[in-house]
């Protein structure tokens, strides 16, 4: 009996900078793996430029050990990965690794505008339903009546309005070719989402329109739950809130 | 069946205890007085005989601290990455 290795870290992920920074349970490891992981399996990993805006999916672009990885201001994540992509001719595969402030909030804007142009990136959403690093407070994507630092008595629609549904949103943008919903709060998910993401990286690849993947992260720190009973909680409350699936998968745009 | 076996490197696991309760074979445990170098409680892996090497526990990891290796006749060593798929 000889003993062979099945499963480790990815190629591309980076070890350097461990230990990581996130928390204990933050599922933020999780995306930027699956990221490594649809990079490796399209062979892509030296043509990859990952940008990252402020935040703690700004972490994430930590982990990755590909071509290059760009932080840029917050929000205007968008807008740095569409200066790259068109100032080198359009030939690198440029990703936008962005959490739920720094891509609906702030960013809301550039995501639009890179949507309306038919931006030809991939945009990676790590929803976490609140502002994860300033400590929990209430972002686009917070549920209703979930307890957050700035809504202490649960989100109120007629004080603070309702959450965001970002893919559903861009489903009618023509320049959007990819609009997908994923979490990694069970294997079976965790296995579609690595899917939805190689699909929105060969939409890149085939030199279509902006893809968008958004994933359901758990943020135990901010929700104070434990990271077992967070998952319990995407599963119960997030998933009838935020369904995943396929919104949108376009094979030329006319 | 399939025998397995995994190492959880204890310079990056922070004790989310997510290996545990996705490994359907129970063949992790946090028995609570043994500590990561950062301090926060390490899980050991108990069971050689009924781990059959599914790599959930690696793939749920956040912070990539589990490996996971198969037991394999000599010879037949070509490596099947089962978390691809
Ligand atoms: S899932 Fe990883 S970080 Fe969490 S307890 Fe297990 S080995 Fe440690
Ligand atoms: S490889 Fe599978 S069976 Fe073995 S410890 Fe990990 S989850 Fe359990």
């Known amino acids: 009996m000889e003993k062979i290795k099945v499963r480790g870290a990815p190629k591309s992920w980076q070890r350097s900078t461990s230990p990581l920074t996130i928390c204990p349970g933050c599922q933020h490891g999780v995306v930027a793996e699956l990221l490594c992981d649809a990079v490796d399996e399209l062979g892509i990993q030296g ?6 805006g402020i935040g703690c999916a700004g972490i994430d672009a930590f982990m990755v050990d ?43 804007g550039s995501l639009i505008s890179a949507a309306l142009r038919g931006e030809k990136i991939t945009v990676i959403m790590a929803n976490n339903a609140n502002y994860g690093t300033t400590g929990g407070q209430l972002a686009p994507t917070t549920l209703l009546d979930q307890v957050t630092s700035t809504t202490p008595e ?19 943008f023509r320049g959007v070719a990819y609009a997908a919903r994923g979490a990694v709060n069970t294997p079976a998910n965790y296995q579609r989402t690595k899917r939805y993401l190689k699909a929105a990286l060969q939409k890149q690849i085939d030199n279509i329109g902006l893809s968008f993947v ?12 434990t990271p077992v009973e967070c998952l319990k909680w995407i599963e119960e409350k997030m998933i009838p809130e935020y369904p ?3 919104f949108k998968n376009a094979d030329r745009i006319d | 069946m399939t025998r397995g076996e995994i190492s959880i490197d204890e310079r990056y696991c922070l004790g989310c205890g997510y290996c545990v309760h996705f490994c359907a074979r129970g063949c992790i445990v946090i028995p609570g007085d043994r500590f990561t170098t950062m301090g926060y409680l390490l899980p050991v892996f108990i ?16 912070h990539q601290a589990i490996e996971v290796y198969k037991y394999v006749e000599s010879g037949q060593n070509e490596p099947e990455d089962i978390s691809s798929g």
């Open chain 1, 244 to 246: 995943l699936g396929e």
């Open chain 2, 47 to 62: 069971n050689l005989e009924r781990c059959n090497a599914c790599a959930v526990c690696a793939w749920m990891c956040p």
């Open chain 1, 214 to 225: 958004e994933i359901l992260s758990a943020c135990p720190a901010n929700w104070h739950r």
């Open chain 1, 154 to 172: 649960g989100r109120d629609p007629g004080l603070a309005g309702y959450p965001a549904h970002v893919p559903e949103m861009l489903v009618p």
């Open chain 1, 47 to 52: 043509n990859t430029i990952v940008i990252s």
């Open chain 1, 66 to 108: 590909m071509d290059a990885f760009i932080m840029c201001p917050h929000g205007r994540t968008c807008d740095v990965a569409t200066g790259i992509k068109r100032a080198l001719f359009g030939k690198p595969i440029v990703v936008a690794l962005q959490g739920d402030g720094d891509c609906i909030a702030i960013g809301a």
